[in-house]
């Protein structure tokens, strides 16, 4: 099994739901062991279901800590790779799993191997509160589960077989060594029942430190929960990572060189911890879209459109990716801001204020103006073509929709552009939203009909505010 492998067209990589929330293995890269640092001990809740775990390590080798959390989350992709065998067993060579974790190959690196594993194998979990999905169907509609009391070890049973030259016999796993894992059942079983979320390993092991792989791993089955922020009491996390020494001081010194290559690598937006002493909390902001994403085909015309504004290539796609829920109704504004206000003698950075405003400072001319209601003789007509001009009488009808023929909502648009009541991008954007069917050109008919408080640039942003509808 190569890394290659890993990434293959049929399997996305995984991870399984209870090993990605309860966490059980220590974000440290060393643990003592001590007889107090070979067992501990945690109980917190999960979705709002309470969860215990308890660790009992071995003398030799203590509890799972640091690279361990890589070499579980590559064998468990393995397991999916090679179709979930029944037997739950991984079949490898030692040098494949070793390109797998991103190692070099050499003595050093086959030792380390040894050991991570023989954690794996020789620790002792009993979970209370084990979601498990054996004897579920594959795909289940209904995959809730049943929650039970369990006990097991990540690994159940290593054997390898080794082979090549007479002087490789007694080396711990050497390169030519063939390896056989054996799963914990009720692991297998899960990621044999889908019970797994998406995990990119192939970012979680570009990142340096292993305490960033293992708060990634955590952090991203927060995220994967569909939360944006993230807070937590500073103690009740530290416990949470497995920091054997719960201080404060200590918790935030192993804590922050993780937090910083996360800010630095764009996962996190920030990490703050927050209060003092044992009353401190840790609060995770995350970033709307990692900056290795690239920009999917709507996000790049909304950057087009921020450029238009005379805005950086940079500064544009900062934008677009960490308000990529408003962006659209940003853009509309600043577009409206931009094309209203006279002689700006910067009006990029203008542009920019307006975009990135979270004081609420701006607002659509015409909506200021509806905040004390003018006199009938005050009102503004606008002298219009008939509708006819622009659109069949069947377009008005809102139950049609004719991808092929929009030449009335084209011909709508246009003249809104000339009267500067759309501007350029905006009639672009409604071109884009009709192509989606997410709305139809007897709605973009009707921006042209004189209505009461209906302004075409506001309704365009709501427009876009619109789910794309299921084809």
Same mark, same amino acid.
């Given at each position: 099994?190569?890394?290659?492998?890993?990434?293959?067209? #049929?399997?996305?990589?995984?991870?399984?739901?209870?090993?990605?929330?309860?966490?059980?293995?220590?974000?440290?890269?060393?643990?003592?062991?001590?007889?107090?640092?070979?067992?501990?001990?945690?109980?917190?809740?999960?979705?709002?279901?309470?969860?215990?775990?308890?660790?009992?390590?071995?003398?030799?080798?203590?509890?799972?800590?640091?690279?361990?959390?890589?070499?579980?989350?590559?064998?468990?992709?393995?397991?999916?790779?090679?179709?979930?065998?029944?037997?739950?067993?991984?079949?490898?060579?030692?040098?494949?799993?070793?390109?797998?974790?991103?190692?070099?190959?050499?003595?050093?690196?086959?030792?380390?191997?040894?050991?991570?594993?023989?954690?794996?194998?020789?620790? #002792?979990?009993?979970?209370?509160?084990?979601?498990?999905?054996?004897?579920?169907?594959?795909?289940?509609?209904?995959?809730?589960? +049943?929650?039970?009391?369990? #006990?097991?070890?990540?690994?159940?049973?290593?054997?390898?077989?080794?082979?090549?030259?007479?002087?490789?016999?007694?080396?711990?796993?050497?390169?030519?060594?063939?390896?056989?894992?054996?799963?914990?059942?009720?692991?297998?079983?899960?990621?044999?029942?889908?019970?797994?979320?998406?995990?990119?390993?192939?970012?979680?092991?570009?990142?340096?430190?292993?305490?960033?792989?293992?708060?990634?791993?955590?952090?991203?089955?927060?995220?994967?929960?569909?939360?944006?922020?993230?807070?937590?009491?500073?103690?009740?996390?530290?416990?949470?990572?497995?920091?054997?020494?719960?201080?404060?001081?200590?918790?935030?010194?192993?804590?922050?060189?993780?937090?910083?290559?996360?800010?630095?690598?764009?996962?996190?937006?920030?990490?703050?911890?927050?209060?003092?002493? +044992?009353?401190?909390?840790?609060?995770?902001?995350?970033?709307?879209?990692?900056?290795?994403?690239?920009?999917?085909?709507?996000?790049?015309?909304?950057?087009?459109?921020?450029?238009?504004?005379?805005?950086?290539?940079?500064?544009?796609?900062?934008?677009?990716?960490?308000?990529?829920?408003?962006?659209?109704?940003?853009?509309?504004?600043?577009?409206?801001?931009?094309?209203?206000?006279?002689?700006?003698?910067?009006?990029?950075?203008?542009?920019?204020?307006?975009?990135?405003?979270?004081?609420?400072?701006?607002?659509?001319?015409?909506?200021?103006?509806?905040?004390?209601?003018?006199?009938?003789?005050?009102?503004?007509?606008?002298?219009?073509p008939p509708l006819a001009a622009y659109a069949p009488a069947k377009a008005l009808e809102a139950s049609e929709v004719?991808?092929?023929?929009?030449?009335?909502?084209?011909?709508?648009?246009?003249?809104?552009?000339?009267?500067?009541?759309?501007?350029?991008?905006?009639?672009?954007?409604?071109?884009?939203?009709?192509?989606?069917?997410?709305?139809?050109?007897?709605?973009? #008919?009707?921006?042209?009909?004189? +209505?009461?408080?209906?302004?075409?640039?506001?309704?365009?942003?709501?427009?876009?505010?619109?789910?794309?509808?299921?084809?």
């Amino acid at each position: 099994m190569s890394r290659l492998q890993l990434r293959s067209r #049929t399997h996305h990589p995984i991870d399984e739901l209870n090993l990605a929330t309860l966490n059980l293995i220590s974000i440290q890269s060393r643990v003592s062991k001590t007889k107090a640092a070979l067992t501990w001990a945690d109980t917190f809740e999960v979705g709002g279901h309470p969860v215990r775990v308890e660790a009992r390590g071995d003398f030799e080798y203590g509890v799972p800590h640091g690279i361990d959390v890589d070499t579980s989350a590559v064998i468990n992709n393995m397991f999916q790779e090679q179709g979930c065998p029944s037997d739950n067993t991984v079949a490898c060579s030692a040098y494949a799993l070793l390109m797998a974790l991103q190692l070099k190959d050499g003595g050093g690196a086959y030792q380390v191997l040894r050991e991570s594993l023989l954690r794996l194998s020789n620790t #002792t979990f009993l979970i209370e509160g084990w979601v498990s999905l054996e004897g579920s169907p594959v795909r289940s509609q209904t995959p809730l589960g +049943k929650r039970i009391q369990t #006990t097991f070890r990540l690994i159940e049973r290593i054997t390898h077989e080794q082979t090549g030259v007479r002087g490789d016999i007694g080396r711990p796993f050497g390169s030519g060594a063939i390896i056989r894992i054996e799963l914990a059942r009720e692991v297998a079983a899960n990621i044999r029942a889908r019970h797994v979320k998406p995990l990119d390993l192939n970012f979680m092991l570009s990142l340096e430190g292993i305490a960033s792989r293992l708060l990634f791993r955590m952090l991203d089955a927060t995220l994967f929960e569909g939360q944006s922020e993230f807070e937590i009491g500073l103690l009740e996390w530290g416990q949470r990572c497995r920091i054997l020494d719960l201080r404060p001081d200590k918790i935030r010194r192993v804590l922050q060189p993780a937090h910083d290559e996360l800010i630095e690598r764009g996962y996190l937006s920030s990490a703050d911890f927050v209060g003092r002493g +044992k009353a401190q909390q840790v609060r995770y902001v995350f970033q709307a879209q990692r900056p290795d994403h690239p920009l999917d085909a709507e996000q790049l015309a909304l950057k087009g459109r921020v450029k238009a504004l005379h805005v950086t290539d940079g500064q544009a796609e900062r934008f677009v990716r960490r308000y990529h829920r408003d962006a659209g109704q940003r853009i509309v504004l600043a577009e409206t801001l931009v094309r209203t206000r006279k002689n700006l003698r910067n009006p990029g950075g203008f542009a920019w204020d307006v975009l990135t405003d979270t004081e609420n400072r701006y607002a659509f001319p015409e909506a200021l103006e509806l905040k004390a209601p003018a006199p009938k003789s005050a009102v503004v007509t606008v002298d219009m073509p008939p509708l006819a001009a622009y659109a069949p009488a069947k377009a008005l009808e809102a139950s049609e929709v004719d991808l092929d023929g929009n030449g009335g909502a084209r011909g709508v648009l246009k003249a809104l552009v000339a009267q500067e009541k759309l501007s350029p991008g905006e009639m672009q954007a409604c071109l884009g939203l009709l192509e989606q069917r997410r709305v139809t050109a007897a709605e973009i #008919t009707m921006l042209s009909v004189p +209505k009461k408080k209906v302004i075409p640039s506001e309704q365009v942003a709501r427009w876009m505010l619109r789910p794309t509808p299921l084809l």
